[in-house]
């Protein structure tokens, strides 16, 4: 009977991925159609362009993450992205630096439009999820 009962788990397991994957499916193909949608209203810059695409958030890709956070912070407030962003990310530490600024900008965006959110840590941003 052990291993009918391997087989089930491993059935399980492999369900379970499939769902997840199906579910991390949905959520990049919405995330584009947002981000496509937004481009109507607002510019976006040629190195965005160049890195957008359907399946961009299927994987981590902190290239892609660096462009559509420049994206939307400049579509939230082109000023205060001014004010709290250094863009033109030159080193690696100018891109710690912005990562940073993002999780302190959607914290304060989060408390001053008491969007309910939980507290971003950098952590959420290096490993999402």
């Known amino acids: 009977m052990e291993p009918l ?10 369900s379970t991925l499939s769902n997840y994957k199906d579910k991390e499916r949905q959520l990049s193909e919405s995330l584009f159609r947002n981000l496509h949608v937004m481009q109507r209203y607002h510019e976006p810059s040629p190195e965005f362009l ?15 993450f660096l462009h559509v956070m420049h ?9 205060e992205f ?14 710690a630096r912005f990562r940073t600024n993002c999780v302190d900008y959607m914290n304060h965006l989060n408390e001053i439009h008491q ?3 939980q507290t971003l ?5 290096h490993i999402p999820g």
């Open 5 to 14: 009962n391997n087989l089930n788990k491993v059935e399980s397991s492999s």
């Open 71 to 79: 994206f939307i912070c400049n579509c939230l407030d082109a000023v």
């Open 115 to 117: 969007l309910g959110l």
């Open 121 to 125: 840590k950098l952590s959420n941003i």
């Open 50 to 64: 160049q890195i957008f695409e359907p399946h961009m958030f299927i994987k981590s890709n902190a290239k892609a």
């Open 82 to 95: 001014n004010k709290r962003f250094q863009w033109r990310l030159l080193k690696k530490t100018s891109e």
